[in-house]
């Protein structure tokens, strides 16, 4: 692995965890974020935002020291890390169904989307897609729709594209002009395709799936 590799972690949601196991992986937390933990209706959403924290602190402490991992959100509400001198990487966060990713470089922006493929409805394909877009899926299976709908949400995590409203960010036509920006489309499996998108030079991307042990060694 070079200094350059987009490094993706992935873990899965699994089955709720136990008292205990919650009592370990949110010891480490701010006091704040416990709070907001807890205000999640549904032990799954729970258990997502925890495991995301989570790996996101497994995934940076390689590169910050644990006293200066703070991060912050810019007014957009994407993540960053806040009031760190040397620290010139990104890191973009997903999650959907039954998995949790991560995608973190050591230099320029990355974004990063996975979803849970489930059927499609008229209305959210003309909300989502543009009107190029909407070609290219028609009288496809649902995981077209997907493979695009995780494209264009990586394409703009990254923080690289002006905000606008779904159906008016083509991934057709930026993928043809943007030429500093890179993709790489792969499947967890058959249910969770993930897209991601970066600008540094790098065109190695190096995954790890990690189980919950895994993210209690650091």
């Not at 196991?21 to 704040?32: A, G, Y």
């Not at 890390?81 to 999650?95: E, M, Y």
């Not at 849970?116 to 290219?136: F, G, T």
């Not at 990586?154 to 043809?176: E, M, N, Q, W, Y």
């Amino acid at each position: 692995m070079t200094q350059q590799d987009i490094q993706l972690f992935a873990t899965p949601l699994g089955p709720q965890l136990t008292p205990s196991e919650w009592d370990t992986f949110s010891k480490v937390l701010p006091s704040d974020v416990k709070k907001k933990l807890n205000q999640y209706k549904h032990w799954q959403d729970r258990q997502r935002a925890l495991l995301g924290k989570t790996l996101i602190r497994w995934a940076l402490l390689p590169y910050l020291d644990d006293a200066l991992l703070h991060t912050a959100q810019d007014e957009h509400g994407r993540p960053y890390i806040a009031g760190h001198p040397h620290w010139q990487g990104d890191f973009n966060l997903s999650h959907s169904g039954d998995w949790i990713v991560l995608a973190v470089t050591p230099s320029g922006r990355v974004g990063i989307d996975v979803e849970e493929i489930k059927p499609v409805s008229k209305e959210l394909m003309h909300y989502a897609l543009s009107k190029a877009e909407q070609q290219l899926v028609s009288h496809q299976s649902h995981h077209v729709f997907y493979e695009l709908w995780t494209l264009k949400e990586a394409f703009f995590k990254t923080g690289l594209l002006p905000s606008r409203s779904p159906h008016l960010l083509d991934t057709v036509d930026i993928k043809r002009t943007r030429k500093d920006l890179s993709t790489q489309l792969f499947y967890l499996d058959p249910l969770h395709p993930v897209s991601i998108c970066w600008n540094n030079v790098s065109s190695t991307i190096k995954t790890t799936k990690l189980n919950r042990e895994q993210l209690l060694q650091r």
